[in-house]
């Protein structure tokens, strides 16, 4: 999974970005994306490996695109170079500034931050589909696609994202190649001082965030980065004392997996233990795909152990002798925590 961190200057994106990572890339360089990558934490990878004792344990992975701002510290425009780097990303994080920073004159606003971010994503991606629709008066496309596109261009100026389009709404096949801003997955971090770091997001930002159907999330990444450079079992410690439970890194996934509800299954053996990640509804033939396009094109079944199922009765072997290991066609829907075993021909 790609997400890329977006925002305006002086936001503290930067920093956002090390907090995630635990990397320490320079605060106001601008110029090229910076790159970070997090393993997804999951307690139920970590005890399958001490179980099976594989030749290599994979864990899920996101990864981080720190995208620069090439715009003044004062303005709200981004750049057509930001905003081609932000097509490129899988889900797009919105950082909003709402702490004290002396090198902008203007006090924190995070609400016409996120308006003005929306505005601009609402008038690059009417652009697109209006060229499009221009062209179609030469190209005579299918009727359905021109319908699509009618019915973006109706959503996106009553300033509605994309996103907001049901897929029975919108057939999204049309719009492949494009890579709109709007239809994107929406993540906004509100970044704070270190002494509201604890306090739930404003209801009036969590409201029009919940209205763009996007998810938020609110941490302190000065305070926070900070934390991260320590050592694991000191974070703790840190954390309470500023009355959160668990990292910034944790929070974010948890939303993350959340906003685009993904769930995530496993392959286990002594070459190697590892965690898949899929949207929820995925079906076994589709899972397989994931793993490798042999196993969905030549795919049989699939030997299926949820995970609880697994730890109640410790091995393998246990499971079939219990009668528990559930065989499963094409059209099984994983779910969260399952272990699979692909059976394919090809």
Known sequence: MKIGLVGFAGSGKTTVFNTLTGLQVPVGFGGEVRLGTVKVPDERIAA?????????????????CDIPGEHGAEKKGLSSKALLQIRDQEVVCLVLRAFTNPALESDPDPSADLEAFHAECILADLDLVERRLSRAKKDKPDP?????????????????PLRS?????LNRSYLKGYEF???RPLLVVLNRSEQE???????????????????????????????A??????QAAFLADLGLKESAVARFIRTAYGLLDLVSFFTVGQDEVRAWTIRRGTTAR???GRIHSDL??????AEVTPYAVFTQYGSEQAVRTAGRLQVEGKDYVVSDGDILHIRFAV
């Open 286 to 288: 589709q899972a397989a």
């Open 144 to 160: 359905l696609e021109l319908a699509a596109f009618e019915r973006m261009k109706t959503t996106l100026e009553h300033e509605w």
């Open 165 to 169: 389009l049901t897929p029975d709404a």
């Open 229 to 234: 450079g320590m050592d694991v079992a000191d």
């Open 197 to 227: 770091a604890a306090a739930p997001m404003p209801d009036g930002l969590a409201a029009r965030i919940k209205e763009l159907h996007g998810a938020g999330l609110v941490l302190s990444a000065s305070v926070e980065a900070e934390i």
């Open 181 to 183: 801003l709007t239809d």
């Open 48 to 64: 399958l490996s001490k179980i099976f004792t594989p030749k290599k344990t994979t864990y899920a992975e996101i990864a981080f």
């Open 296 to 301: 969905e094109r030549g795919f049989i079944r």
